[in-house]
Nanobody, 122 residues
């Protein structure tokens, strides 16, 4: 079994910062992609930022220059540093990973975390 556990969400004022963490655990052989999506009420889930192993990070245009994604491969953990937060960043943020499980014949499986609420409000 594989689990993605997020932490770091909360309430912050506009202009403030938050750092999200997502740790993958379980029967993992290797991780290809880790990223963050978000879903606001009444809207579709959208990619915020992602990073492939050995690759450069990619960002949604609306967060470029404000958010930074990073990975600690030794800890199977991905982080999202969010600065200059705006009310429109309010959403549930989900961690996502493409990874190869031990003892699986499939190349990669995709997993989601349970989500963490980020609210930007004064």
């Amino acid at each position: 079994q594989v689990q993605l556990v997020e932490s770091g969400g909360g309430l912050v004022q506009p202009g403030g910062s938050l750092r999200l963490s997502c740790a993958a655990s379980g029967s993992i052989f290797s991780i290809n992609f880790m990223g963050w999506y978000r879903q606001a009420p009444g809207k579709q889930r959208e990619l915020v930022a992602g990073i492939n192993t050995g690759g450069s990070p990619n960002y949604a245009d609306i967060v470029k220059g404000r958010f930074t994604i990073s990975r600690d491969n030794a800890k199977n953990t991905v982080y999202l540093q969010m600065n200059s937060l705006k009310p429109e960043d309010t959403a549930v943020y989900y961690c996502n990973a493409d990874l190869k499980q031990r003892y699986s014949s499939r190349r990669y499986d995709n997993f989601w975390g349970q989500g963490t609420q980020v609210t930007v409000s004064s």
